[in-house]
T-cell receptor, first 112, second 111 residues
Framework: SQTIHQWPATLVQPVGSPLSLECTVE??????LYWYRQAAGRGLQLLFY??????ISSEVPQNLSASRPQDRQFILSSKKLLLSDSGFYLC???????????FGEGSWLTVV | GQQLNQSPQSMFIQEGEDVSMNCTSS?????WLWYKQDPGEGPVLLIA?????ELTSNGRLTAQFGITRKDSFLNISASIPSDVGIYFC???????????FGKGTRLSVIA
C-alpha cells in the first residue's frame, strides 16, 4: 500500500533563516506531488504541484520554492523565512491522472 | 480561477443531531471529494464521488455529486463527539489538474 511521510513535524525558525521540509511517498511510482499551506483555522492554499521530476508548477508567488530531486521526493524550501511563512504545511500525492489525493501528517512551522 | 463556496463556515450542534454541509461552484467538476481534518493532522479522505448524481455512504456519512456537476453535499447522521473537526470539500476537473478546495466547515459537537 502507498504511504506518505513528511518531516519535520514541527519547526521553530527565526526570521531570515532557511527552510527545508521534506516529503516522500512509498508504494507507487511517478505520483503527482503537492505542497499546501494552511494558516491557523483557515483553508488549504496550494503552493506547488509536480507531475514529474523537474516539472513543478507554482500557484502562488512567494519566497518559497519546491524541488523534486527524485520521483517520490518533494522538498519545500526557502532561503530566508518571513513571519508570514508560519503555518501548517501539508504534502500530498495522487496517482498519475488520478482523481483522489492523499495527505501527509503535516508540518507545523513557526517563524519567530 | 475556479473557486468553491463551502457552507456553513462553522456549526455548533448537539450530540445526536444530523449535520448537513454543501459546496457549490460556478464551474463543473468531474470529481468531488470530502475530507475531514482533525486538529494538528492532515486531512483524511471520507468520501469520493466520481459521477454526476452519485450518492455514496460511508457509515453515518452520506455525500452526493450534484446533477449539474457544480455542487455536492455531505450529511452526517446522529453526530458524536469524535465528528468534531474541519470538513473540506474539493473538486477536480481532470487527473493532472490540482484539486480546488473549499474553505472548510468547522464542526463542533456539544455533548
Amino acid at each position: 500500500s502507498q504511504t506518505i511521510h513528511q518531516w519535520p513535524a514541527t519547526l521553530v525558525q527565526p526570521v531570515g533563516s532557511p527552510l527545508s521540509l521534506e516529503c516522500t511517498v512509498e508504494g507507487t511510482s511517478n505520483p503527482n506531488l503537492y505542497w499546501y499551506r494552511q494558516a491557523a483555522g483557515r483553508g488549504l492554499q496550494l503552493l506547488f504541484y509536480s507531475i514529474g521530476i523537474d516539472q513543478i508548477s507554482s500557484e502562488v508567488p512567494q519566497n518559497l520554492s519546491a524541488s523534486r530531486p527524485q520521483d517520490r521526493q518533494f522538498i519545500l524550501s526557502s532561503k530566508k523565512l518571513l513571519l508570514s511563512d508560519s503555518g501548517f504545511y501539508l504534502c500530498a500525492w495522487s496517482m498519475t491522472g488520478g482523481n483522489t489525493i492523499y495527505f501527509g501528517e503535516g508540518s507545523w512551522l513557526t517563524v519567530v | 480561477g475556479q473557486q468553491l463556496n463551502q457552507s456553513p463556515q462553522s456549526m455548533f450542534i448537539q450530540e445526536g443531531e444530523d449535520v448537513s454541509m454543501n459546496c457549490t461552484s460556478s464551474s463543473i467538476f468531474n470529481t468531488w471529494l470530502w475530507y475531514k481534518q482533525d486538529p494538528g493532522e492532515g486531512p483524511v479522505l471520507l468520501i469520493a464521488l466520481y459521477k454526476a448524481g452519485e450518492l455514496t455512504s460511508n457509515g453515518r456519512l452520506t455525500a452526493q455529486f450534484g446533477i449539474t456537476r457544480k455542487d455536492s453535499f455531505l450529511n452526517i447522521s446522529a453526530s458524536i463527539p469524535s465528528d468534531v473537526g474541519i470538513y473540506f470539500c474539493a473538486g477536480l476537473l481532470s487527473g493532472n489538474t490540482p484539486l480546488v478546495f473549499g474553505k472548510g466547515t468547522r464542526l463542533s459537537v456539544i455533548a
